[in-house]
């Protein structure tokens, strides 16, 4: 592996405040990053304070109930949890829709149930509990728990559980072990399941306990054969296997992989570093006076950099159905291109837990395409190669893309800075980011290869095209246009695809020096 421009260092575990540590650390040395080299500390982004993991997690879980018909905001629906309020991920999560109906949860010392909670008033008591400092689900008013809830501890031999606690769990035995509890809650027959804790409590049916690594949750876990949630939402790390999560898709269940659900904290991170390298830019310029003025502008912008996070999460999570509903439609061709990727390095069968061709092609669930925490996989990989190729190019020095660059970057910025941005001594990795970011939600995850081999142009060229019949031919309106129309899923969803094909006609045209009109008339387009 080679050596890195920079690595944004992210405390986790209630470390956060070791990001002071780290960077004095830093400035001791002289180093170029300064306080930039660990994120969060005194005059960086408070995560838990923005809830920017769990807002950005529950842009996902959002986007994957839309998908059913659901609006999670105002449809109450049933919730069990790995988690307790006085965490960043699962205590946010918990506070993101007052709709939210939590019958279950449990931590690494004891057990909430509420078989029948009432939206709002459990809502007000999680709240309050949140702000508690260093709370534990001790802390929760018994009074607002429905009959037959209460708290337990997980280490109990024997949990009295009531009637209805039973029925909520599917539970015969009165007395089960808190151990016992734990699996029926994980197996529960509800909407949600939202981890925001810490181990692994799903694996493949196909696994052993040994496989999964995480031996102090081995009498707790269940297979994803058993779960009977609807949806998961993955706001911790590593809470189910790369396996469990794609027998659990192929069993008609709704979920992505932790890698794209919390990719809001270190997207917050990235963007932390990026604006902290470029305001020392300014200091040395003279364009700020002092530190002081750097942070405070730092802390100005804060609600702008969670809404630039929280629009990567949003599309993400979009592209991800639309790569579904184009691999459904042509699932031989999908399959075919997951074997390039592995024949070619891009993926690892082994490490990125890739089905075979054989499996694949006899995937039961085939009609929704590809399993969706594969295009997860799909997704990152595709990205980092194009990134790692279109660096080898000289497109990100091109003046035409240095609008790529003042995007990244919140608008107070761009205002008053956006001449110095070109000084950012990243900026080439900034740029290459956000295009490929934004061609591969786009266009899918086959578009550069597929369209490489069809025109035999080389990857910066394919890739300057698309951006060029892309703004030439008013495509970001015209998606606005579809999105913004209030239309069912389905039909947005092919308002969308419609667009791309359109698109991928233009840029094969222009890359075959056929038309250099864009040609598209969106009115005729759009179905």
């Given at each position: 592996d080679q050596d890195d421009p920079y690595l944004v260092v992210a405390a986790d575990k209630g470390t956060a405040h070791l990001s002071d540590t780290a960077n004095s650390v830093s400035a001791q040395y002289g180093f170029w990053l300064g306080d930039a080299f660990a994120s969060g500390g005194s005059n960086g982004y408070d995560h838990k304070k923005e809830a920017i993991t769990a807002r950005g997690a529950w842009e996902c879980v959002r986007h994957l109930f839309r998908n059913l018909g659901i609006d999670v905001q105002t449809q109450?629906?049933?919730?069990?949890?790995?988690?307790?309020?006085?965490?960043?991920?699962?205590?946010?999560?918990?506070?993101?829709?007052?709709?939210?109906?939590?019958?279950?949860?449990?931590?690494?010392?004891?057990?909430?149930?509420?078989?029948?909670?009432?939206?709002?008033?459990?809502?007000?008591?999680?709240?309050?509990?949140?702000?508690?400092?260093?709370?534990?689900?001790?802390?929760?008013?018994?009074?607002?728990?429905?009959?037959?809830?209460?708290?337990?501890?997980?280490?109990?031999?024997?949990?009295?559980?009531?009637?209805?606690?039973?029925?909520?769990?599917?539970?015969?035995?009165?007395?089960?072990?808190?151990?016992?509890?734990?699996?029926?809650?994980?197996?529960?027959?509800?909407?949600?399941?939202?981890?925001?804790?810490?181990?692994?409590?799903?694996?493949?049916?196909?696994?052993?306990?040994?496989d999964v690594g995480d031996r102090s949750n081995d009498r707790v876990r269940v297979d994803a054969s058993d779960l009977r949630a609807r949806v998961v939402g993955e706001g911790g790390n590593l809470g189910l296997t790369q396996r469990a999560r794609l027998e659990f898709w192929t069993r008609g269940g709704q979920i992505n992989t932790d890698a794209i659900d919390n990719s809001g904290g270190v997207d917050m991170s990235d963007h932390e570093v990026n604006i902290k390298i470029l305001l020392d830019v300014l200091l040395r310029e003279g364009l700020l006076k002092s530190r002081t003025e750097r942070n405070a502008l730092l802390r100005e912008m804060t609600d702008e950099v969670s809404e630039l996070v929280l629009s990567d999460n949003e599309q993400q999570a979009l592209a991800l159905t639309l790569d579904g509903l184009r691999s459904a439609a042509a699932y031989d061709e999908y399959v075919a291109f997951v074997e390039e990727l592995v024949a070619s390095g891009v993926m690892n069968r082994l490490d990125d837990a890739v089905p075979s061709r054989e499996e694949l092609l006899a995937n039961p669930a085939r009609d929704r395409g590809l399993p969706r925490p594969l295009l997860c996989v799909l997704m990152g990989r595709v990205k980092n190669w194009a990134f790692a190729s279109l660096q080898k190019t000289t497109l990100p020095e091109d003046e035409a893309n240095r609008g790529w660059l003042e995007h990244y970057f919140p608008k107070q910025l761009q205002a008053s800075y956006g001449a110095q941005f070109a000084k950012h001594p990243l900026y080439r990795e900034i740029i290459g980011t956000a295009i490929v970011n934004y061609l591969v939600n786009k266009a899918g995850i086959r578009f550069i290869g597929a369209t490489m081999a069809s025109s035999g142009q080389d990857l910066g060229a394919v890739i300057q095209a698309y951006l060029d019949v892309d703004q030439g031919a008013g495509a970001a309106a015209a998606r606005a246009k579809v999105v913004g129309a209030g239309s069912p899923p389905a039909q947005e969803y092919e308002g969308l695809l419609a667009i791309e094909r359109a698109l991928e006609r233009a840029v094969r045209a222009r890359l075959a020096g056929t038309s250099l009109d864009w040609g598209l008339d969106w009115g005729q387009v759009l179905p």
């Open positions: 109450p629906f049933t919730c069990v949890g790995i988690g307790d309020m006085a965490g960043d991920v699962f205590g946010n999560g918990m506070l993101r829709s007052r709709v939210t109906k939590l019958v279950a949860a449990f931590n690494h010392q004891h057990i909430f149930l509420d078989p029948n909670p009432d939206p709002e008033r459990s809502f007000v008591e999680r709240a309050r509990v949140f702000a508690l400092p260093r709370s534990s689900w001790r802390d929760y008013d018994v009074s607002a728990i429905s009959d037959g809830g209460g708290v337990f501890d997980r280490s109990a031999k024997a949990i009295p559980l009531s009637q209805q606690a039973r029925a909520i769990l599917d539970i015969d035995d009165p007395d089960p072990s808190g151990e016992e509890v734990i699996r029926a809650i994980l197996k529960a027959r509800v909407d949600l399941l939202y981890n925001g804790g810490i181990g692994t409590y799903v694996k493949a049916s196909t696994e052993e306990d040994l």
